[in-house]
């Protein structure tokens, strides 16, 4: 079994900064991908930024230059970093973590998992 934990959502001011984390954890052994993606109300999940194993990492219009992404390993765990500064009220929605090409050793195949998502809330 997988799983992915958020964590570090908060009703902040705009212009302040957060930091996500997502831990990855449970029958995988590598991940090739860890991304966040940002679900506003009434709009589609959309990616935010993304790291590879090898450490490129990729951000969108809105989050670059305000953001940076970075993963490692911790205690048996794959975890995922999204440091957010100069935070805007477009900002504002639930933020997911992706662990994208996971080989889960039990299954022995590559997937997708997602975790549950954390608030986040830029009031302006």
């Known amino acids: 079994q997988v799983q992915l934990v958020e964590s570090g959502g908060d009703l902040v001011q705009a212009g302040r900064s957060l930091r996500l984390t997502c831990a990855a954890s449970?029958?995988?052994?590598?991940?090739?991908?860890m991304a966040w993606y940002r679900q506003a109300s009434g709009d589609q999940r959309e990616l935010v930024a993304s790291?590879?194993?090898?450490?490129?990492?990729?951000?969108t219009d809105s989050s670059t230059g305000r953001f940076t992404i970075s993963r490692n390993i911790r205690n048996r765990k794959f975890m995922a970093y999204l440091q957010m500064n100069n935070l805007k009220p477009e900002d504002t929605g639930v933020y997911y973590c992706?662990?994208?090409?996971?080989?889960?050793?039990?299954?022995?195949?590559?997937?997708?998992?997602w975790g549950q998502g954390t608030q986040v809330t830029v009031s302006s």
């Open positions: 992706a662990a994208l090409g996971a080989l889960n050793y039990r299954l022995g195949n590559r997937g997708d998992y």
């Open positions: 449970g029958t995988i052994s590598s991940v090739k991908t």
């Open positions: 790291i590879s194993d090898s450490g490129t990492t990729m951000f």
